[in-house]
């Protein structure tokens, strides 16, 4: 009994010693992001540029396995060994790390040294397939920071820190949250474009098209049919476009389910103020919201860059290729009914 709780109370230490490729760099960088408390990305991106790399933790033996674990998953290599210290344990923030001393580097022997720690509880540490990840969205927390100002900081993460933000999105939950995002955005950009839209369609304004024959009146009342009933038809938008892209997630087995991929598209929707932009706006939105996507499902579904663009280029090849083959038979049903109606006719002659 004694030796079994001499081994519960044993540490452990993790040493990165490499990793198997640059994705997997990436990857174990934008994972540690998530569950590192006083560390950016861009921090842990430039540390890990120099192994071995040491995790100063003494963790359980439980935690250590865990995380070691969940690390090589993410390709990382790891050596895993007693701690040893004379410090006594004292409060201190999670995910503290210092890089191999002056003497390691020399020697190209990590050096095994303590710092003060707190023990890394296994809330923080997820399991494998876990959807909560610390930091979380603040748009899912806009009853305590604000509807206006979780709104903006999430739009800013979305666009200007996507790994970071996508690190740390939890991939369950509930999809209302995300899906109101994409109502607001969606509804926004609709405002944001209209603008753009009157020019784009003057010469049709100017004319009278069947659609606008009130002139720019109608027109008007067009936008605001449309805006009052977006809500529904963006909803049934990001329904059918998640069904579609989880397809090619699935055929390369992607982890993060139907709901990260939901997530992931519903807050890519921040891409869709550009629509405000005249001409050229619809294609910077499609083009940066699709970079978005790809950034997303790397982290939801533990994807490397190009699994991650196959992913999303799949079933859009598969859509043109139904429509071609449709095109395809259309074509012969119709130029055998055409050879046969000529032959008929030649035989009649």
Known sequence: MGSDNSQSQERFTLTITGFRDESAHNDTALYLSS?????????????????PYIITHPLSLESALRLKRLLEERGAILEMTPFVSEVAPSESPIGEWESPRSSEQSTGEPESYSTPFQEVPSSVIPQPGTTEKPGGVHWEDRKNIGFFSSLWQTWVQVMFSPQEFFARMPISGGIGAPLSFAIILGMLSLILGLPSSMITQAPMLEEGSVLFQGGLESFLKFSLILLLFSPIWISIFYFILGGIFHLGVLILGGRGGYEGTFRVLTYCASANVFQGIPFI??????????ILTVLGFKNVHNFSTARAIFAILF???????????????????????????????????
């Not at 569950?35 to 192994?51: D, G, R």
């Not at 598969?318 to 038979?329: D, N, R, S, V």
């Open 35 to 51: 569950v590192m408390k006083n560390k950016t990305l861009e921090e842990i991106i430039q540390s890990l540029q120099a192994v």
């Open 281 to 290: 706006g619809g294609l910077i939105s499609g083009i940066y919201g699709l």
């Open 315 to 349: 079933p859009i090849i598969i859509f043109f290729l139904f429509i071609a083959f449709t095109i395809l038979l259309v074509a012969l049903l119709l130029g055998t009914a055409v050879f046969e109606a000529l032959s008929l006719e030649g035989l009649n002659f």
